[in-house]
C-alpha cells in the first residue's frame, strides 16, 4: 500500500498472490465503496442489498451481511474510507466460464478520508458533458462490478481540466451518470435521474436519495433523459456515498445555484444516521 | 498457482502483491494469449503489435517488444501457452483517473497445451447464438483489455450446453465474435468478418488470416453482418491464436461440412511458421 492505508486479504492483514485471480484475469468481480464513521459503516444495509445482488447476478457465492460485518470489525469504527473488493477468486480452470466452485476472496482496503467531503455544501461544482460514452449491457447494467476501463477512459478524457466530475452518456445517446457518480436533474418540482438498466451503477447515495424524496412527498422519475435536459434543468446535482448531495454549480453554457429541493434533499440525507 | 503452471511478475517468479494494482481495481490493462513453440512466440510481430496498440489508447507506457522478448526468454522455448498480463500498475492516487506516473506491470503465464489443438481439423464444432450481447464502447474496441466480464457472462450462458463456442451479437444487433473467438463467413468466395470498431477484439488469428486471404486473391470484407448472415454462409470458421482456423460443424438449424476456402486458410495458417 502506497496510500497511507491497511489491507485485509479474506480477513488478514495484506494479501496472498494474486496471480491467477479472475478478478486480475477478467474483472470477475465486485466492489463497495463505504463510509465508516463511529457509528460503523454508513448505508451498511443498502450495501449489503447491492452486494447480495450483484453476487446473485454474478453467480457468486458470499454471505454479503458476513463480509461487511467483518469488513466493518476490521475497519474499526473511525472515520475512513473502506473499499472492499470481491472477485469470484482463483481460476479453477483456465478461460471465461466460471467453474462455480471458485471460493470467493474479499480484499479490503481502507483510506483516510479526504477533507473535501466537509466543503460539499460551499464548494464550486462544476461539471462537464463528456465525448467518451458507455456500452450498453443489460446483464451488466447496475452493478459495481470490477470492469472500470470506461470509468479510466472518460476520467483520462478530463486530463488537465479543473471540472470536479464528468458526464456520460451511453451508446445510444442518453445521459447515463457521472464518471463517480449518479446523476439527478429537477424539472418543475419533479425529481429525475437515469434508469441504470443498460449501463451506469445502481448507487447506494442514488437509492437513499430516491428513498428520501418519496418519503418527502417529491414525485420521482428514473427515465432516459437526453443531454438536452441539463440546459433544461432547474437544478442539477450529483450523488455517491462519499460526497452525500453534491449541487452542481455550473454545467456547459451555464451556471446554477443550489436550488431548494437539492439544499432539502442534502440536508435531509446528511440528517440519516444509516 | 492451481494449474501446473509457472508464473512470473515483472521478470521475477510469483508474485509481489496487488491489492493497489489498477488491473485488479479496475482491469486497467491488456492481455495476450500466445502460442510457444519450439521457435519462440508464434505470430510474434502481431502480439507485439497489438500489445503496442493497447497501450497507446489507454496511456500506458510499455515497451510491447521488449516485453515479449522478455516473456519469450522466461517461457523458453518448448510447447505451451503464455498469458502475458500487463495492467497500469500499482495506483499512485485512488479513484479512476491515470496519474500517467504509474510503472506498467507484467504478470507472465505459462500453461500447458491442451491436446485438443491437434485435432482441429476433425472435429465437431458446434457453435451457438447467444442472448448475451456485448456494449459498445469505440474507445475500447478491438482491444484485447481485462475488462472480460461479458465473455464470463457469455460463458455462464452456455453452462450445461456441449457447444464449442457461442457467438454474441453488439448491442445494436449486429454479429460481434465469439466469446474467445473471431468469427468468419465466406458467402459467394467472398471472406466476410464483423468489424472490431464497437466492440469484439482484433484477433492476432483473425488478422494473420485477413492477411493470408488477400495474399491468395480472396477478397475480403469487414463489415455489420447481421444474425442472418449465419443462415446464407456457404461456410463459417472460428479464429484464436490457440485454434488456428477452426472449421464449424454445427450452427443452430444446420449443419456444415468444413468448406474449400476454410480448408485452404487452414492450411496455409499452418504451414506459417511466424
Chains 1, 2 share one sequence.
Not at 225 to 230: F, H, K, V, Y
Request: glycine share 10%; net charge positive.
Amino acid at each position: 500500500m502506497n496510500q497511507q492505508g491497511s489491507a485485509w486479504l479474506d480477513g488478514s492483514p495484506v494479501a496472498a498472490d494474486w496471480i491467477d485471480d479472475r478478478g486480475l484475469h477478467y474483472g470477475d468481480g465486485l466492489f463497495e465503496t463505504m463510509i465508516v464513521r463511529s457509528a460503523g459503516v454508513r448505508f451498511k444495509a443498502q450495501h449489503v442489498a447491492r452486494l447480495a445482488q450483484g453476487c446473485h447476478r454474478l453467480g457468486i457465492a458470499l454471505d454479503a451481511a458476513a463480509a461487511l460485518d467483518r469488513a466493518e470489525q476490521l475497519a474499526g469504527h473511525t472515520r475512513g474510507l473502506l473499499k472492499l473488493i470481491v472477485t469470484r477468486g482463483r481460476a479453477v480452470a483456465r478461460g471465461y466460464a466460471p467453474a462455480r466452485t471458485e471460493t470467493a476472496r474479499q480484499l479490503l482496503l481502507r483510506y483516510a478520508l479526504p477533507d473535501d467531503d466537509a466543503i460539499a455544501t460551499t464548494t464550486e461544482t462544476r461539471v462537464l458533458l463528456l465525448k467518451a460514452t458507455l456500452g450498453e449491457n443489460p446483464l451488466l447494467a447496475g452493478m459495481k462490478h470490477l470492469n472500470r476501463l470506461e470509468q479510466v477512459m472518460a476520467r483520462a478524457e478530463m486530463r488537465g481540466s479543473t471540472a470536479f466530475e464528468g458526464l456520460l452518456c451511453s451508446s445510444s445517446g442518453v445521459l447515463a451518470c457521472g464518471t463517480m457518480s449518479n446523476l439527478f436533474l429537477v424539472r418543475s418540482g419533479v425529481l429525475l435521474t437515469p434508469r441504470v438498466d443498460r449501463c451506469g451503477i445502481a448507487g447506494v447515495m442514488r437509492s437513499v436519495v430516491l428513498r428520501e424524496a418519496r418519503k418527502a412527498g417529491i414525485e420521482t422519475l428514473e427515465r432516459d433523459l437526453l443531454p438536452e435536459a441539463l440546459t433544461d434543468a432547474d437544478e442539477v446535482f450529483l450523488t455517491n456515498v462519499r460526497l452525500g448531495v453534491r449541487p452542481v454549480t455550473s454545467l456547459p453554457g451555464r451556471s446554477l445555484s443550489p436550488g431548494p429541493l437539492t439544499r432539502q434533499l442534502q440536508q435531509q440525507v446528511a440528517r440519516l444516521e444509516a
